[in-house]
Nanobody, 125 residues
């Protein structure tokens, strides 16, 4: 059974920081990503990281968020600094156990087979 278990969400003031973690079990995840969905908005890819630690960031979080991973632990992290109220959303980690080539990441939800349960991040102004 494959599971992705997230932790680390919560309520923080604008300018603050949070660190999200997502531990995968059951299969090795090659590319992993963090998506977010705010009320009334579509789910969007925030950041992704490949097996060999290549990274992608949405323009809205560049310079503020850092994605990293520990392959030995099959875990991905999202360090979020300088948080803004517009970062408020449910954050979900996603992973694919299909190797699509070095450096591959997908921007669409459908490109990831496995998902965490989601964790709420609320940034107050």
């Amino acid at each position: 059974q494959v599971q992705l278990v997230e932790s680390g969400g919560g309520l923080v003031q604008a300018g603050g920081s949070l660190r999200l973690s997502c531990a995968a079990s059951g299969r090795t995840m090659y590319t992993m990503g963090w998506f977010r969905q705010a009320p009334g908005k579509e789910r969007e890819l925030v950041a992704a990281i490949t097996w060999d630690h290549g990274t992608y960031y949405a323009d809205s979080v560049k310079g503020r968020f850092t994605i990293s991973r520990d392959n030995a632990k099959n875990t991905v992290y999202l360090q979020m600094n300088s948080l803004k109220p517009e970062d408020t959303a449910v954050y979900s980690c996603a992973g694919t156990s299909t190797f699509r080539g070095s450096g591959w990441y997908g921007r669409g939800s459908s490109e990831y087979e496995y998902w965490g349960q989601g964790t709420q991040v609320t940034v107050s102004s």
